[in-house]
């Protein structure tokens, strides 16, 4: 069975505070991504990274930055976390091909 | 970014009836997938499709590629109390490394 963990199931931070989001995966798998989901916007893609050391932006990147130092894991940072990034967040891993995505439990980020 | 167009956003059935939800979109995807969720939890792949008219079937859950390649749908058969939840359909363009873009979802609600 595949695996997709998250650091966290829930998460408060305060406004201005550096954010930290951990992804892990135990396929093996090339591709990794952030998205990001809300209510009536459904789920947004963050950033993806294709190989160790890569990144691309997707459709909501602003705000955010990625890290992907090791094959299995990939990090979401939010520099200053602001209110507006209230959000559930949704880590996936594919391999390069078939394309499905595997996602993990989703951590609920709570900016105050 | 692009959302599909999922319809219906809600459905009300009762235990036992068939659901059919659809995905339409005016670009073409090489990829459909789809997804259900739980509250609090990430989506779980149900079935991915590659194939323009590919008919696909888990279970009681049946899905298409439509021909146009611009359109899916899902069927449930016999619905079940552990079938509520959200469907997400779910289209790719690209080969490989490239992000989902999803539909808003179906929220499937069954009374007993």
């Known amino acids: 069975d595949v695996k997709v963990t998250q650091s966290s199931r829930y998460l408060v931070k305060r406004t201005g505070e550096k954010v930290f989001l951990e992804c892990v995966q135990d396929m093996d798998h090339e591709n990794m991504f952030w998205y990001r989901q809300d209510p009536g916007l459904g789920l947004r893609l963050i950033y993806f990274s294709y190989d160790v050391k890569m990144k691309e932006k997707g459709d909501i990147p602003e705000g955010y930055s990625v890290s992907r130092e090791k094959k299995e894991r990939f990090s979401l940072i939010l520099e200053s976390a602001s209110t507006n990034q209230t959000s559930m967040y949704l880590c996936?891993?594919?391999?390069?091909?078939?394309?499905?995505?595997?996602f993990g439990p989703g951590t609920r980020l709570t900016v105050t | 970014g692009q959302q599909l167009n999922q319809s219906p956003q809600s459905m009300f059935i009762q235990e036992g009836e068939d659901v059919s939800m659809n995905c339409t979109s005016s670009s073409i995807f090489n990829t459909w997938l789809w997804y259900k969720q739980d509250p609090g939890e990430g989506p779980v792949l149900l079935i991915a499709?590659?194939?323009?008219?590919e008919l696909t079937s888990n279970g009681r859950l049946t899905a298409q590629f439509g021909i146009t390649r611009k359109d899916s749908f899902l069927n449930i058969s016999a619905s079940i109390p552990s079938d509520v939840g959200i469907y997400f359909c779910?289209?790719?363009?690209?080969?490989?490394?490239?992000?989902?873009?999803f539909g808003k979802g179906t929220h499937l609600i069954i009374q007993p």
């Open positions: 779910a289209g790719q363009k690209g080969g490989g490394a490239d992000g989902l873009t």
């Open positions: 499709l590659y194939k323009a008219g």
């Open positions: 996936a891993s594919s391999f390069v091909g078939p394309y499905e995505q595997y």
